[in-house]
């Protein structure tokens, strides 16, 4: 019997790889599972052995029944991305008065050479991953460094509502707070999603300043991270008639808009 050794992401794909290759149907093939492991963002890799099974002869007097065809499943594609989905507000009545601000915090500018630490840690982390992504630096912004992730694997970093990208971007800012230990920070994007999350936030953060207008009511929103809460805050800084703040602890500070005469005497 011949063998062979293959070497894919899924069981599947390794089955069409050596259906492929030995030019025989799937059916016609033995697979057994060598070795399995499970990548950092849900991409593994798989290695099959493939044995070509020879077909049994059939007795002349009686007909064998047929035996269902087994085709090999298509390859796994690339998971599709999420679109931005919008976090949930409730209505309240009363909340805690917004923290008062205790000094002036002194301004963090981020410079190449932080980037040239950055992308190496960051760039470590994905290679562990097995994922095949290119990291590259968008721009710096005061104390972001800010890095764009792509290539066609790109989106298994994403999760739903970005929650992977997030986790991602905040274990790395842990690792550069500890090395750096200057206050920069990092923001990792990966195929153009964090702009298509704050053009969703922005409309959402406007529609639900104008329920907290006509009913008088202030909403509290779902918990945000820190530089989502900072487009909301940009967002809705300018609209008449309301004022934002956040409250509560970290990872579950949110944003609360208000009527602005109600927050008035807060300050």
Do not use: C, W
């Not at 093939?29 to 099959?48: A, M, N, P, Y």
């Not at 967002?235 to 500070?253: F, K, M, Q």
């Not at 949110?254 to 005497?265: D, L, N, S, W």
């Amino acid at each position: 019997m011949e063998t062979h050794e293959f070497t894919a992401s899924t069981v599947e794909e390794a089955t069409a790889a050596a259906s492929e290759k030995l030019g025989v149907p799937a059916e016609q093939l033995e697979i057994k599972v060598l070795d399995q492991s499970k990548g950092l963002f849900g991409k593994g890799t798989v290695r099959v052995q493939a044995t070509l099974m020879q077909p049994a002869e059939e007795p002349a007097a009686e007909k064998a029944p047929e035996k269902p065809s087994r085709k090999p499943r298509a390859t796994k594609a690339k998971p599709k991305e999420e679109a931005p989905q919008e976090p949930q507000a409730e209505a309240v009545v009363e909340v805690a008065a917004p923290p008062v601000s205790s000094g002036v915090v002194e301004e963090i500018v981020a410079t190449q050479e932080d980037a040239d630490a950055i992308i190496p840690r960051v760039e470590e982390v994905l290679a562990a991953s097995g994922l095949e992504v290119n990291v590259r630096l968008k721009n710096m912004q005061s104390r972001y460094v800010n890095l764009e992730i792509d290539g066609e694997e790109a989106g298994y970093l994403i999760g739903r509502n970005g929650e992977v990208l997030n986790a991602l971007q905040y274990l790395m800012n842990i690792s550069i707070s500890q090395s750096l230990n200057n206050g920069v920070r990092v923001t990792l994007d990966a195929d153009d999603y964090r702009s298509q999350r704050e053009t969703s936030l922005m409309r959402y953060a406007e529609r639900i300043a104008q329920e907290v207008r006509n009913r008088r009511e202030e909403a509290v929103l779902d918990p945000l991270p820190a530089f989502e809460r900072r487009i909301i805050h940009k967002a809705l800084s300018e609209i008449d008639g309301v004022t934002t703040y956040s409250e509560g602890e970290e990872p579950n500070r949110r944003v609360v808009i208000a009527p602005a005469e109600e927050t008035a005497g807060k300050a």
